[in-house]
Protein backbone atom coordinates (compact mmCIF):
# COMPACT_ATOMS: atom_id res chain seq x y z
CA UNK A 1 0.00 0.00 0.00
CA UNK A 2 2.75 2.79 0.63
CA UNK A 3 4.55 1.31 -2.54
CA UNK A 4 1.14 2.43 -4.61
CA UNK A 5 0.78 6.00 -2.53
CA UNK A 6 4.69 6.53 -3.15
CA UNK A 7 4.01 6.09 -6.78
CA UNK A 8 0.72 8.07 -6.96
CA UNK A 9 3.07 11.10 -5.21
CA UNK A 10 5.27 10.69 -8.10
CA UNK A 11 3.36 10.70 -10.54
CA UNK A 12 1.44 13.77 -9.02
CA UNK A 13 4.59 16.32 -8.79
CA UNK A 14 5.83 15.08 -12.48
CA UNK A 15 3.58 15.98 -14.00
CA UNK A 16 3.00 19.47 -11.65
CA UNK A 17 6.97 19.62 -12.08
CA UNK A 18 6.55 19.59 -15.96
CA UNK A 19 3.21 22.01 -16.04
CA UNK A 20 5.50 24.33 -14.12
CA UNK A 21 8.44 23.73 -16.74
CA UNK A 22 5.95 24.11 -19.59
CA UNK A 23 4.37 27.73 -18.35
CA UNK A 24 7.87 28.88 -17.68
CA UNK A 25 8.81 28.05 -21.28
CA UNK A 26 6.50 30.10 -22.44
CA UNK A 27 6.73 32.96 -20.52
CA UNK A 28 10.48 33.10 -21.32
CA UNK A 29 10.03 32.45 -25.54
CA UNK A 30 7.15 35.38 -25.36
CA UNK A 31 9.93 37.51 -23.84
CA UNK A 32 12.52 36.43 -25.90
CA UNK A 33 9.99 37.08 -28.67
CA UNK A 34 9.26 40.52 -27.31
CA UNK A 35 12.59 41.29 -27.63
CA UNK A 36 13.52 39.68 -31.39
CA UNK A 37 10.53 41.81 -32.36
CA UNK A 38 12.12 45.32 -30.98
CA UNK A 39 15.19 44.39 -32.32
CA UNK A 40 14.02 44.05 -35.79
CA UNK A 41 11.76 47.51 -35.63
CA UNK A 42 15.54 48.79 -34.35
CA UNK A 43 17.54 47.53 -36.63
CA UNK A 44 15.17 47.98 -40.17
CA UNK A 45 17.26 51.23 -40.54
CA UNK A 46 19.59 48.73 -42.63
CA UNK A 47 16.48 47.54 -44.53
CA UNK A 48 15.66 51.18 -46.09
CA UNK A 49 19.30 52.31 -46.54
CA UNK A 50 20.44 49.08 -48.30
CA UNK A 51 16.95 48.43 -50.13
CA UNK A 52 18.02 46.35 -52.75
CA UNK A 53 18.00 43.44 -50.01
CA UNK A 54 14.44 43.94 -49.57
CA UNK A 55 13.59 44.26 -52.53
CA UNK A 56 15.35 40.76 -52.89
CA UNK A 57 13.04 39.09 -50.43
CA UNK A 58 9.99 41.39 -51.75
CA UNK A 59 11.20 38.94 -54.58
CA UNK A 60 11.18 35.92 -52.95
CA UNK A 61 8.32 36.25 -50.52
CA UNK A 62 5.77 38.58 -52.75
CA UNK A 63 6.28 37.81 -56.31
CA UNK A 64 6.74 34.02 -56.14
CA UNK A 65 3.61 34.23 -54.35
CA UNK A 66 1.99 36.14 -56.83
CA UNK A 67 0.91 32.69 -58.95
CA UNK A 68 -1.35 31.04 -55.69
CA UNK A 69 -2.88 34.12 -54.73
CA UNK A 70 -4.38 35.12 -58.45
CA UNK A 71 -5.24 32.09 -59.13
CA UNK A 72 -6.89 31.28 -55.30
CA UNK A 73 -8.29 34.74 -55.65
CA UNK A 74 -10.02 34.20 -59.10
CA UNK A 75 -11.46 30.96 -57.58
CA UNK A 76 -12.87 32.46 -54.91
CA UNK A 77 -14.73 34.51 -56.52
CA UNK A 78 -16.04 32.38 -58.76
CA UNK A 79 -17.09 29.84 -56.09
CA UNK A 80 -18.75 33.34 -54.21
CA UNK A 81 -20.76 34.13 -57.55
CA UNK A 82 -22.22 30.65 -57.86
CA UNK A 83 -22.91 30.59 -53.97
CA UNK A 84 -24.19 33.78 -53.18
CA UNK A 85 -26.07 33.60 -56.66
CA UNK A 86 -27.91 30.39 -55.35
CA UNK A 87 -29.08 31.87 -52.26
CA UNK A 88 -29.77 35.99 -53.31
CA UNK A 89 -32.05 34.35 -56.41
CA UNK A 90 -34.58 32.84 -53.63
CA UNK A 91 -35.32 36.45 -52.70
CA UNK A 92 -35.42 37.88 -56.27
CA UNK A 93 -32.38 40.20 -55.64
CA UNK A 94 -29.80 38.44 -58.01
CA UNK A 95 -28.70 42.39 -58.65
CA UNK A 96 -27.27 42.52 -55.03
CA UNK A 97 -24.46 39.57 -56.18
CA UNK A 98 -21.86 42.24 -56.78
CA UNK A 99 -22.53 43.73 -52.97
CA UNK A 100 -22.43 40.49 -51.96
CA UNK A 101 -18.84 39.19 -53.87
CA UNK A 102 -16.79 42.85 -53.22
CA UNK A 103 -17.79 43.07 -49.42
CA UNK A 104 -16.91 39.77 -48.46
CA UNK A 105 -13.82 40.03 -50.48
CA UNK A 106 -12.67 43.51 -49.35
CA UNK A 107 -13.72 43.15 -45.90
CA UNK A 108 -12.98 39.79 -45.00
CA UNK A 109 -12.00 36.80 -47.62
CA UNK A 110 -9.00 39.21 -49.39
CA UNK A 111 -7.19 40.25 -46.68
CA UNK A 112 -7.30 36.69 -44.45
CA UNK A 113 -7.36 34.15 -47.45
CA UNK A 114 -4.06 35.79 -48.92
CA UNK A 115 -2.81 35.94 -45.66
CA UNK A 116 -3.53 32.08 -44.87
CA UNK A 117 -1.82 31.27 -48.42
CA UNK A 118 1.16 33.81 -47.39
CA UNK A 119 1.71 32.21 -43.98
CA UNK A 120 2.40 28.70 -46.23
CA UNK A 121 3.53 30.17 -49.08
CA UNK A 122 6.41 32.43 -47.92
CA UNK A 123 6.23 32.33 -44.01
CA UNK A 124 7.31 28.50 -44.31
CA UNK A 125 10.02 29.73 -46.34
CA UNK A 126 11.13 32.22 -44.27
CA UNK A 127 11.54 30.02 -41.48
CA UNK A 128 13.21 26.67 -43.29
CA UNK A 129 15.84 29.09 -44.74
CA UNK A 130 16.57 31.09 -41.43
CA UNK A 131 16.54 28.12 -39.60
CA UNK A 132 19.09 26.15 -42.12
CA UNK A 133 21.21 29.47 -41.74
CA UNK A 134 21.69 29.06 -38.56
CA UNK A 135 22.27 25.12 -38.28
CA UNK A 136 24.71 25.94 -41.28
CA UNK A 137 26.38 28.72 -38.50
CA UNK A 138 25.83 31.41 -41.09
CA UNK A 139 24.43 33.48 -38.92
CA UNK A 140 27.26 32.83 -36.02
CA UNK A 141 29.89 33.40 -38.79
CA UNK A 142 28.16 36.92 -39.77
CA UNK A 143 28.31 38.05 -36.01
CA UNK A 144 32.23 37.27 -36.35
CA UNK A 145 32.61 39.14 -39.05
CA UNK A 146 30.73 42.09 -36.89
CA UNK A 147 27.53 41.87 -39.29
CA UNK A 148 24.30 41.90 -37.33
CA UNK A 149 22.20 38.69 -38.65
CA UNK A 150 19.22 40.84 -37.41
CA UNK A 151 20.08 44.08 -39.55
CA UNK A 152 21.47 42.04 -42.27
CA UNK A 153 19.18 39.09 -42.75
CA UNK A 154 15.92 39.63 -40.76
CA UNK A 155 14.50 43.27 -40.94
CA UNK A 156 14.73 43.01 -44.58
CA UNK A 157 12.77 39.64 -44.91
CA UNK A 158 10.62 41.61 -42.42
CA UNK A 159 9.51 44.70 -43.96
CA UNK A 160 9.41 42.84 -47.47
CA UNK A 161 6.82 40.67 -45.93
CA UNK A 162 5.02 43.75 -44.48
CA UNK A 163 4.92 45.79 -47.82
CA UNK A 164 4.21 42.69 -49.84
CA UNK A 165 1.29 41.13 -47.44
CA UNK A 166 -1.23 44.46 -48.70
CA UNK A 167 -0.33 44.65 -52.06
CA UNK A 168 -1.03 40.39 -52.53
CA UNK A 169 -4.40 41.14 -50.54
CA UNK A 170 -5.76 43.98 -52.77
CA UNK A 171 -4.29 41.61 -55.91
CA UNK A 172 -6.59 39.12 -54.69
CA UNK A 173 -9.76 41.01 -53.51
CA UNK A 174 -9.53 42.43 -56.95
CA UNK A 175 -9.04 38.99 -59.03
CA UNK A 176 -11.73 38.07 -57.00
CA UNK A 177 -14.24 40.42 -57.91
CA UNK A 178 -13.35 39.66 -61.32
CA UNK A 179 -13.63 36.42 -60.90
CA UNK A 180 -17.34 37.06 -59.18
CA UNK A 181 -18.10 38.97 -62.83
CA UNK A 182 -17.14 36.63 -64.63
CA UNK A 183 -19.66 34.12 -63.16
CA UNK A 184 -22.67 36.31 -62.05
CA UNK A 185 -22.61 38.06 -65.25
CA UNK A 186 -21.06 36.38 -68.15
CA UNK A 187 -22.11 33.29 -66.77
CA UNK A 188 -25.43 33.39 -65.28
CA UNK A 189 -26.36 36.63 -66.79
CA UNK A 190 -27.09 39.01 -64.20
CA UNK A 191 -27.48 42.38 -65.09
CA UNK A 192 -23.88 44.00 -65.70
CA UNK A 193 -24.80 47.73 -64.66
CA UNK A 194 -26.85 46.85 -61.33
CA UNK A 195 -24.09 44.55 -60.49
CA UNK A 196 -21.25 46.91 -61.03
CA UNK A 197 -23.48 50.13 -59.52
CA UNK A 198 -25.10 47.85 -56.52
CA UNK A 199 -21.72 47.06 -55.56
CA UNK A 200 -19.85 51.03 -55.60
CA UNK A 201 -23.28 52.34 -53.79
CA UNK A 202 -22.77 49.48 -51.17
CA UNK A 203 -18.94 49.63 -50.83
CA UNK A 204 -17.18 52.66 -48.86
CA UNK A 205 -14.19 53.88 -49.38
CA UNK A 206 -13.10 54.02 -45.30
CA UNK A 207 -15.21 51.58 -44.02
CA UNK A 208 -14.67 48.45 -46.05
CA UNK A 209 -11.75 49.26 -48.17
CA UNK A 210 -9.15 51.20 -45.94
CA UNK A 211 -10.35 48.48 -43.14
CA UNK A 212 -9.18 45.48 -45.40
CA UNK A 213 -6.12 47.24 -46.09
CA UNK A 214 -5.51 47.55 -42.63
CA UNK A 215 -6.11 44.34 -41.51
CA UNK A 216 -3.80 42.80 -44.14
CA UNK A 217 -0.62 45.45 -43.16
CA UNK A 218 -1.56 43.71 -39.30
CA UNK A 219 -1.25 40.32 -40.18
CA UNK A 220 1.92 40.74 -42.41
CA UNK A 221 3.38 41.71 -39.41
CA UNK A 222 2.35 38.99 -37.39
CA UNK A 223 2.94 36.40 -39.86
CA UNK A 224 6.56 37.72 -40.96
CA UNK A 225 7.66 38.49 -37.14
CA UNK A 226 6.70 34.94 -36.23
CA UNK A 227 7.94 33.11 -39.28
CA UNK A 228 11.86 35.11 -38.41
CA UNK A 229 11.28 34.10 -34.51
CA UNK A 230 10.44 30.22 -35.36
CA UNK A 231 13.68 30.53 -38.10
CA UNK A 232 15.83 32.50 -35.35
CA UNK A 233 15.28 30.13 -32.72
CA UNK A 234 15.02 26.97 -34.07
CA UNK A 235 17.25 23.67 -32.78
CA UNK A 236 19.99 23.48 -35.08
CA UNK A 237 18.79 20.38 -36.69
CA UNK A 238 17.11 19.07 -39.21
CA UNK A 239 14.84 18.17 -37.42
CA UNK A 240 14.34 21.37 -35.26
CA UNK A 241 14.46 23.09 -38.51
CA UNK A 242 11.08 21.05 -39.64
CA UNK A 243 9.34 21.22 -36.58
CA UNK A 244 10.01 25.24 -36.49
CA UNK A 245 8.69 25.45 -40.46
CA UNK A 246 5.61 23.62 -38.80
CA UNK A 247 5.16 25.62 -36.20
CA UNK A 248 5.24 29.00 -38.21
CA UNK A 249 2.12 27.38 -40.30
CA UNK A 250 0.12 26.64 -37.35
CA UNK A 251 1.44 29.86 -35.67
CA UNK A 252 0.81 31.81 -37.72
CA UNK A 253 -2.63 30.64 -39.79
CA UNK A 254 -4.31 30.69 -35.92
CA UNK A 255 -2.63 34.10 -35.34
CA UNK A 256 -4.15 35.30 -38.42
CA UNK A 257 -7.76 33.92 -37.70
CA UNK A 258 -7.63 35.18 -33.83
CA UNK A 259 -6.43 38.64 -35.34
CA UNK A 260 -9.15 38.55 -37.82
CA UNK A 261 -11.47 38.43 -35.14
CA UNK A 262 -10.44 41.09 -32.70
CA UNK A 263 -9.80 43.87 -35.85
CA UNK A 264 -13.62 42.93 -37.20
CA UNK A 265 -14.60 43.42 -33.80
CA UNK A 266 -12.95 47.00 -33.51
CA UNK A 267 -13.88 47.85 -36.95
CA UNK A 268 -17.53 47.13 -38.13
CA UNK A 269 -19.33 46.91 -34.74
CA UNK A 270 -21.18 50.44 -34.81
CA UNK A 271 -21.43 49.97 -38.46
CA UNK A 272 -24.95 49.66 -39.58
CA UNK B 1 23.89 49.19 -57.27
CA UNK B 2 23.45 47.56 -60.59
CA UNK B 3 19.38 47.53 -62.03
CA UNK B 4 18.83 43.13 -62.28
CA UNK B 5 16.34 41.21 -63.44
CA UNK B 6 14.83 40.84 -59.86
CA UNK B 7 14.31 44.66 -59.57
CA UNK B 8 11.92 44.18 -62.40
CA UNK B 9 9.60 41.82 -61.27
CA UNK B 10 9.29 43.52 -57.80
CA UNK B 11 8.48 46.90 -59.75
CA UNK B 12 5.72 44.97 -61.64
CA UNK B 13 4.65 43.41 -58.81
CA UNK B 14 4.96 46.41 -56.85
CA UNK B 15 3.17 48.02 -60.24
CA UNK B 16 0.58 45.58 -60.07
CA UNK B 17 -0.71 45.66 -56.58
CA UNK B 18 -1.39 49.38 -56.20
CA UNK B 19 -2.93 49.08 -59.89
CA UNK B 20 -5.40 46.53 -58.13
CA UNK B 21 -6.10 49.01 -55.10
CA UNK B 22 -6.76 51.76 -57.02
CA UNK B 23 -9.78 49.48 -59.21
CA UNK B 24 -11.08 48.88 -55.81
CA UNK B 25 -11.13 52.20 -54.75
CA UNK B 26 -12.14 53.82 -58.04
CA UNK B 27 -14.52 51.17 -59.96
CA UNK B 28 -15.60 48.73 -56.35
CA UNK B 29 -16.21 51.44 -53.76
CA UNK B 30 -17.25 55.05 -53.73
CA UNK B 31 -16.43 57.73 -51.04
CA UNK B 32 -20.01 57.84 -49.74
CA UNK B 33 -18.62 60.23 -47.09
CA UNK B 34 -19.72 63.54 -48.53
CA UNK B 35 -16.86 66.34 -47.49
CA UNK B 36 -17.29 67.87 -44.36
CA UNK B 37 -16.42 71.37 -46.12
CA UNK B 38 -18.74 71.09 -49.50
CA UNK B 39 -21.73 70.50 -46.87
CA UNK B 40 -24.01 72.15 -44.83
CA UNK B 41 -26.22 70.33 -41.70
CA UNK B 42 -29.58 70.75 -40.73
CA UNK B 43 -31.77 69.46 -38.56
CA UNK B 44 -35.37 67.53 -38.45
CA UNK B 45 -36.83 66.05 -34.98
CA UNK B 46 -39.00 62.84 -35.74
CA UNK B 47 -41.50 61.15 -33.12
CA UNK B 48 -40.54 58.02 -34.77
CA UNK B 49 -37.53 57.00 -36.92
CA UNK B 50 -38.19 54.01 -37.41
CA UNK B 51 -34.97 51.78 -38.46
CA UNK B 52 -33.10 54.79 -39.84
CA UNK B 53 -29.19 54.84 -39.42
CA UNK B 54 -26.70 56.86 -39.34
CA UNK B 55 -24.49 56.93 -42.87
CA UNK B 56 -28.74 56.31 -44.59
CA UNK B 57 -29.36 58.21 -47.62
CA UNK B 58 -31.19 61.70 -47.90
CA UNK B 59 -32.91 61.95 -51.18
CA UNK B 60 -35.04 63.86 -52.98
CA UNK B 61 -36.65 63.00 -56.01
CA UNK B 62 -34.74 60.25 -55.89
CA UNK B 63 -31.24 61.82 -56.04
CA UNK B 64 -28.97 60.80 -53.32
CA UNK B 65 -28.44 64.76 -51.99
CA UNK B 66 -26.78 64.12 -48.49
CA UNK B 67 -26.22 61.98 -45.89
CA UNK B 68 -27.90 61.51 -42.22
CA UNK B 69 -24.79 62.76 -40.12
CA UNK B 70 -25.95 61.91 -36.63
CA UNK B 71 -28.75 60.63 -34.85
CA UNK B 72 -29.37 61.65 -30.95
CA UNK B 73 -32.28 61.11 -28.70
CA UNK B 74 -33.36 64.74 -27.27
CA UNK B 75 -34.50 63.98 -23.46
CA UNK B 76 -36.55 66.86 -23.01
CA UNK B 77 -38.96 66.71 -25.95
CA UNK B 78 -38.31 62.58 -26.17
CA UNK B 79 -38.16 63.19 -30.24
CA UNK B 80 -35.16 61.85 -31.89
CA UNK B 81 -32.83 64.79 -33.29
CA UNK B 82 -31.45 63.85 -36.72
CA UNK B 83 -28.64 65.46 -38.27
CA UNK B 84 -28.49 65.62 -41.94
CA UNK B 85 -25.42 66.53 -43.75
CA UNK B 86 -26.31 67.76 -46.83
CA UNK B 87 -24.31 68.66 -49.96
CA UNK B 88 -23.82 72.37 -50.99
CA UNK B 89 -24.59 72.23 -54.22
CA UNK B 90 -28.49 71.97 -53.43
CA UNK B 91 -30.31 74.11 -51.69
CA UNK B 92 -33.95 73.77 -50.61
CA UNK B 93 -36.04 76.13 -49.49
CA UNK B 94 -37.17 76.71 -45.71
CA UNK B 95 -40.71 75.04 -45.30
CA UNK B 96 -38.70 71.62 -47.29
CA UNK B 97 -40.69 68.43 -45.53
CA UNK B 98 -38.34 65.73 -44.37
CA UNK B 99 -39.87 62.31 -44.42
CA UNK B 100 -38.69 58.65 -43.86
CA UNK B 101 -39.18 56.54 -46.24
CA UNK B 102 -38.52 52.47 -47.09
CA UNK B 103 -37.05 51.46 -50.21
CA UNK B 104 -38.59 48.38 -51.42
CA UNK B 105 -40.43 46.40 -49.10
CA UNK B 106 -37.78 44.89 -46.52
CA UNK B 107 -35.27 47.70 -48.04
CA UNK B 108 -33.35 50.02 -46.11
CA UNK B 109 -34.76 53.50 -44.92
CA UNK B 110 -33.90 57.09 -46.13
CA UNK B 111 -34.97 60.42 -45.40
CA UNK B 112 -36.71 61.60 -48.36
CA UNK B 113 -36.66 65.43 -48.81
CA UNK B 114 -39.67 67.72 -50.50
CA UNK B 115 -39.22 70.66 -51.53
CA UNK B 116 -41.86 73.49 -50.01
CA UNK B 117 -42.70 77.35 -52.02
CA UNK B 118 -40.80 79.57 -49.62
CA UNK B 119 -38.23 81.55 -51.68
CA UNK B 120 -35.68 81.93 -48.32
CA UNK B 121 -33.17 78.83 -48.78
CA UNK B 122 -31.76 76.17 -45.67
CA UNK B 123 -28.80 77.62 -44.08
CA UNK B 124 -26.27 75.71 -41.91
CA UNK B 125 -27.40 74.73 -38.56
CA UNK B 126 -31.04 75.41 -39.42
CA UNK B 127 -34.23 73.22 -38.71
CA UNK B 128 -36.39 71.36 -40.89
CA UNK B 129 -39.65 72.11 -39.28
CA UNK B 130 -42.27 69.64 -41.04
CA UNK B 131 -41.57 66.34 -40.61
CA UNK B 132 -43.15 62.77 -41.25
CA UNK B 133 -42.41 60.12 -39.14
CA UNK B 134 -41.77 56.13 -40.37
CA UNK B 135 -44.55 54.26 -41.11
CA UNK B 136 -44.53 51.33 -38.30
CA UNK B 137 -45.77 48.23 -39.35
CA UNK B 138 -46.92 47.09 -36.26
CA UNK B 139 -49.16 50.43 -35.76
CA UNK B 140 -50.59 49.53 -39.30
CA UNK B 141 -51.57 46.34 -38.99
CA UNK B 142 -52.94 47.46 -35.33
CA UNK B 143 -54.76 50.03 -37.14
CA UNK B 144 -56.25 47.94 -39.46
CA UNK B 145 -57.54 45.30 -37.29
CA UNK B 146 -58.87 47.82 -34.60
CA UNK B 147 -60.93 49.23 -37.97
CA UNK B 148 -61.94 46.21 -38.90
CA UNK B 149 -62.96 44.79 -35.52
CA UNK B 150 -65.28 48.20 -35.75
CA UNK B 151 -66.69 47.18 -38.73
CA UNK B 152 -68.14 44.32 -37.61
CA UNK B 153 -69.48 45.69 -34.38
CA UNK B 154 -72.82 45.83 -33.87
CA UNK B 155 -74.37 49.17 -33.91
Known amino acids: MPMILDWGACVLRQAIENLGNRTLEGVWRIGYATRFFLAILLHSGTAFRRFGLTIREMYFSGVLSLIIILVSGLFVGMVLGLQGYETLQTYGSEEALGILVALSLVRELGPVVAALLFASRAGSAITAEIGLMKATEQLSAMEMMAVDPIARVVAPRFWAGVISMPLLAALFSATGIFGGYLVGVQLIGVDEGSFWSQMRSAVDFEQDILNGVIKSVVFGVAITAIALYEGYDAPPTAEGVSGATTRTVVASSLAVLALDFVLTAFMFRGLN | ?155
Open chain 2, 1 to 155: MNKTILDLWVGLFVIAGIAALLFLALKVGSMNTVNTTDSYEVVARFENIGGLKSRAPVKSAGVVVGRVADIRFDNEAYEAAVTIRLDKRYAFPKDTTATIMTSGLLGEQYIGLEAGGDSQKLKDKDRILITQDAVVLENLIGQFLYGKAQEGAPQ
